[in-house]
Structures are given as structure tokens and as C-alpha cells.
């Protein structure tokens, strides 16, 4: 059974959409992923936009489970280079102020869908990381762009190149997270902090959002070549035995057996 994105309005001009994935720890599948694209671009005359997700976890990331064997590689990097990208586009791109409430663990995309929020509340017992060392993945250049942008290049390479999961205390340390609180508070923090967004001058928040992402933006510019280099280079990885082998050993609870190629 697919995902579902669940909308309510928790106070005025406040938007929240929550991902329900239960039996899948709130997987990011395709009809999760292309719910937040629609729902952002639906109500862009919100005053502030919340980005939840059903207790106890946010989110453990891409759904790779029922992905279609005879068309492994290809199913994977369609979830991972479409839906995904075009929902991380639409958080990001957002003149609306956004929220990210975790009530538990961020995992992988699930940890760069709320990284791309402007603010992030999270539990005090939540665990944030990225896996793609452990399963065999080259992540985008887009995505190590926005973790650099964040956190500076040494804790992207403590995140990325030994795939940890680091605690929410150091996690509010690094930059990632705004505010760690109990998780029985994570709902109302984030209903304060949005309240106090939409209670400001939405020209003022709007147009500062806007040139922050274009100053960004420019600093991300990459000649065209190096930029299709490392576009190919994610793309090979899809077809790697590893990365087969790597989904395969998550899902089976076991080490994985790399080849290296």
C-alpha cells in the first residue's frame, strides 16, 4: 500500500503535511514524493508550511523495498533522480517559510527532505544520518552540496564516507537541527516556531528567502562538463552489483559482500 500525505491547518496561514508510511518506518515512495511536490505548490499562499510525519520515526528514507526486480536499477534511480528531486525542488524553491518537526529518526533522504526545510525541531531521542556508503549509493552532487552548505566539508565526510547516525544533541551542534526538544513537545514547537513566521512581514520573508537561495545557488555553479561527470557517475551506480548487493544485505539484516564493482 502506498504512502499517503496527510494536510491539516494547525493554526491560521499554517499548512502542515504529514508523511503516514507506517508499515514502512515513512518510506519516501512515489506517491509520498509527488504529494509534497503538489501540496507545496498548492498552497505557495501559506504563511508558513510544516513538514511532520506520523510518530515514532520521520523518516528511514527511499523506499527501495517493492521495487521491481527484473527492473531494479532502473526503478531506483527513477524514485531517487525524479520524484525525490522534484519534491527536494519544491521544499527548497518556496518563497514559504518551512518547518521540518521530526519526532524521530531522519534517515538518509528522509534527513536531506528536512534539510532543505528552513528550520528543523526535532526529538530529543532522534538519530539523524546518511546510509549511502552502507548501500552501495553515490549520493547527487546536489545533495553533498546542500549538507556542505550546512554543516562545512568534514562532517559531510562524517555523514557520507562512514554513514553514521549521529544524535540529535550533536546534530543541534553541527547545524543541522534549530531546536531538540522532548518528543511530546516536537508538535507544539513546531506550531510556535510557524506562528512566529506567519506572524511576520511576508514580503520581508519572502524576499530574503529568495536572495539567500540565489546567493547559494551561484556559489553551487559548476562547469558543465564536471557537473554531467559526476551526474554520470551517480547515474552508474544504479547498475552496480554493489548497490544490488547493498539493498539486498539492508533489507536481509546482514554485512553486505562488496565486489566493487
Known sequence: MPGQLHIDHPSEG????????????????????????AAVERHDDARCLILTAE??????????TDLPADR??????????????????ALEGTDV?????????????????????????????????????????????????RFIDAIGINRTRELFLLGRNIDASTALD???????????????TAVGLAEKLAGNAPLSLRGNKRVMRELLRAERELDPAIEQELIDLRHSCFDSEDFAEGVRAFAEKRQPNWQGR
Do not use: Q
Open 174 to 188: 553541527w547545524g543541522l537541527l534549530n531546536r531538540v526538544v522532548p518528543v511530546e513537545d516536537v508538535a507544539s
Open 72 to 89: 531494479f536499477a532502473a526503478a531506483a534511480e527513477e524514485l531517487v533522480a525524479h520524484p525525490f528531486a522534484d519534491a527536494l525542488d
Open 97 to 145: 517559510p518551512t518547518v521540518a518537526a521530526l519526532p524521530g529518526h531522519a534517515i538518509g533522504g528522509g534527513l536531506e527532505l528536512a534539510l532543505v526545510c528552513d528550520f528543523r525541531v526535532a526529538s530529543d531521542g532522534a538519530k539523524v544520518g546518511m546510509p549511502p556508503a552502507k548501500l552501495g549509493l553515490v549520493y547527487s552532487h546536489t545533495g553533498l552540496r
Open 55 to 64: 510518530p515514532p520515526l520521520f523518516s528511514a528514507g527511499y523506499d527501495l
Open 14 to 37: 499554517i499548512v502542515r503535511l504529514t508523511l503516514a508510511n507506517p508499515t514502512k518506518r515513512n518510506a519516501l515512495d512515489f506517491a509520498i514524493l509527488d504529494a509534497i511536490t
